[in-house]
């Protein structure tokens, strides 16, 4: 029977999906877990790797492929690899019974993938069993509602062209619109295809856990609907929970499920995510929060958490608020206000430390950031470059609510001050040079800003490259958040052009540390 025969066969059909829910293979919102998850083990860093890039770069090559995966992971923090397989979810480059492989449909096949299963290299197979030699614990990275599809040709799969229904289209979120191929979850043929996906990696392949990337991506069901639909979520993640729950009994070792969510409970819920629900039914081990910003609420998921010993990570990705890569200065400053916050350790995604998918630039201290990440301590000794910014960005397609706690860009009010809040959660040894920088887009050469910091003026500003820049005592700032107070002076009533605050950076020059 052919892909396409076979997935039409059971996915296509509402019938089968009622005659699980009669028989209970379905679990209800209410029902629990077979058991609990228990106390997963602790990482200092996970990368999540996209498979794509990788084995793009590779060009076939299984032993460059491998290199370019694993090389950069040697001596570091990382602990665990989440790897997905560079498909997106909904096809596979691996051998799958359930899903079609990549480009099939499109007669645009990744002929290595190919190649590699036919010499007995599956992908899966091998990442799980190199992964194993370096005492790396791996898990399956399943984009749940990827949407690369949209305008990869060679990524649409069949079931998408015969189910047009299934896809939401393009709606109107708050002002975000959708991509065209996101997946509505309401309709019982696509939670049925992720499980099906699910149960076979876990039959096939020695995974340590699986990650299901709900940020891969939202939304999944249509506008104002997401709140009466979030428990078909719940349940898919119940029936999914029990599932890894019986392979890890056969195995007689756990299988930890991670999820990848929104920045913030608000936007979890307004995404349709019962996040509270997930860890009430204890049906997670771990949680990674947010995709491109800055301000992730890191303490309201650890109070939620903490109590279930359910382990939390602060993703580090600097797009879409406008830092992409992220600069090794702000990507040190930003692990340092997570791990003070009380993260278990930092989450690694869009992550490129193999040199030939960005410039050689990025490439080096990318990695060599791997090696300090994961502990704070070491990490504020040896990065000389801190810098704490105020998170800045809007939201961007297939991350609606993703962004909530995003201040800037903002206007300058004409007639009070406009407060930014800027979290730097670091003590900073003596000598440091210390300064605030900020960007004011539309600000006049006749203009002047009044700013505070904490109730205290900052003064001495200098402008340079559109920026203004001032120097700040350590004695200025407070470990946490930080309150800055920015006023035109005077005030300019009526004035023609707006002036909007573009950015707001704490840059920090540490001595050097000790050799």
């Given at each position: 029977m052919s892909v396409r025969a076979r997935a039409a066969s059971w996915v296509g059909s509402y019938g089968l999906v009622a005659t699980l829910l009669a028989s209970g293979l379905v679990w209800s919102n209410g029902a629990p877990a077979a058991e609990p998850p228990g106390k997963a083990k602790r990482y200092r860093v996970i990368f999540n790797c996209d498979g794509h890039a990788v084995a793009k770069d590779a060009q076939g090559d299984l032993g460059q492929w491998l290199e370019n995966l694993f090389g950069p992971l040697a001596e570091s923090h990382v602990d665990a690899l989440f790897w997905c397989d560079g498909a997106g979810g909904n096809t596979a480059n691996y051998d799958s019974q359930v899903l079609e492989r990549t480009g099939a449909r499109a007669n645009l096949p990744r002929t290595y993938i190919d190649r590699w299963i036919a010499e007995g290299n599956d992908p899966p197979a091998v990442v799980v069993r190199e992964a194993k030699k370096r005492q790396i614990d791996v898990f399956y990275s399943l984009r749940f509602n990827d949407i690369h599809d949209s305008f990869i040709p060679d990524e649409m799969p069949t079931f998408k062209v015969e189910h047009p229904e299934w896809m939401l289209g393009e709606q109107d979120y708050d002002g975000v619109k959708s991509f065209k191929t996101s997946l509505n979850f309401a309709f019982p043929g696509v939670r049925e295809l992720k499980f099906r996906t699910v149960e076979e990696l876990f039959q096939k392949y020695d995974f340590d856990g699986l990650e299901i990337d709900f940020l891969r991506g939202a939304p999944y069901f249509l506008p104002g609907t997401e709140s009466q639909n979030a428990p078909l979520l719940t349940q898919l993640l119940?029936?999914?929970?029990?599932?890894?729950?019986?392979?890890a009994a056969e195995r007689g070792r756990p299988i930890r499920l991670a999820v990848r969510v929104d920045e913030s409970l608000k936007s979890c819920r307004l995404n349709g995510f019962e996040v509270s629900r997930w860890i009430e039914l204890g049906l997670i081990d771990m949680i990674a929060m947010g995709s491109g910003v800055m301000d992730i609420q890191v303490e309201e998921f650890k109070a939620l958490a903490a109590p279930k010993e359910i382990q939390i990570y602060p993703c580090l990705y600097g797009w879409p608020s406008r830092y992409s890569p992220v600069p090794a200065a702000l990507a040190a400053g930003l692990a340092?206000?997570?791990?003070?916050?009380?993260?278990?350790?930092i989450y690694l995604f869009n992550w490129f430390p193999h040199t030939k998918n960005n410039s050689e630039s990025t490439g080096p201290y990318q990695t060599g950031l791997l090696k300090l990440l994961g502990?704070?301590?070491?990490?504020?000794?040896?990065?000389?470059?801190?810098?704490?910014?105020?998170?800045?960005?809007?939201?961007?397609?297939?991350?609606?609510?993703?962004?909530?706690?995003?201040?800037?860009?903002?206007?300058?009010p004409v007639d009070k001050p406009l407060e930014v809040a800027l979290r730097a959660f670091a003590r900073f040894p003596e000598r440091t040079e210390l300064s605030l920088q900020i960007e004011v887009d539309g600000l006049q050469s006749e203009d002047m800003l009044a700013v505070t910091c904490n109730g205290t003026p900052i003064t001495g500003w200098q402008r340079s490259k559109g920026r203004l820049q001032a120097k700040i005592g350590a004695a200025q700032l407070r470990f946490g958040v930080n309150r800055v107070g920015l006023q035109l002076v005077p005030p300019a009533t009526g004035a023609a052009t707006p002036r909007t605050v573009t950015a707001l950076e704490l840059h920090a020059t540490q001595p050097a540390a000790a050799p």
């Open positions: 119940t029936r999914i929970r029990r599932h890894l729950t019986q392979r340092l206000n997570y791990h003070a916050q009380g993260a278990d350790g502990d704070p301590a070491v990490l504020q000794r040896q990065q000389q470059q801190l810098l704490f910014a105020a998170d800045r960005g809007r939201p961007q397609r297939a991350y609606q609510y993703n962004w909530l706690h995003c201040v800037l860009p903002e206007k300058l």
